[in-house]
């Protein structure tokens, strides 16, 4: 399925509004958004490159706000909730490619 401009718009600012709500403390329940955010894009089709663009579009409007002191701290946090996004997406995929295995 094609993302269309006006969805990719409507998933990044999803994605800015719970990624700056994990930033400040990293709590469970911001990272259950991100989860949440990955879950609902993978049930209404959306590609992975669209997530990640997403993705790379918050993180440099978060890197030019300069809003943490410690850019690797920065870098660990986003790959966090990156992660936690697209777990759907890798859970899908091995369950996938599970049936494809012969079965022993």
Known sequence: MSTSRGD???????Y??????YLPRHSEAAMASGYELGRRAAADGVSLLDLVHAHHQVLGE???????????ELAAAAG??????????????????DRGRPQP
């Open 16 to 21: 800015r509004t719970s990624f700056l709500r």
């Open 80 to 97: 966090d909730f990156l992660t936690e996004v697209l777990s759907t997406f890798e859970m899908a995929h091995r369950v996938h490619a």
């Open 8 to 14: 990719l718009e409507g998933l990044t600012q999803d």
């Open 62 to 72: 978060v890197l030019a706000e300069q809003r943490s002191p410690d850019p690797r």
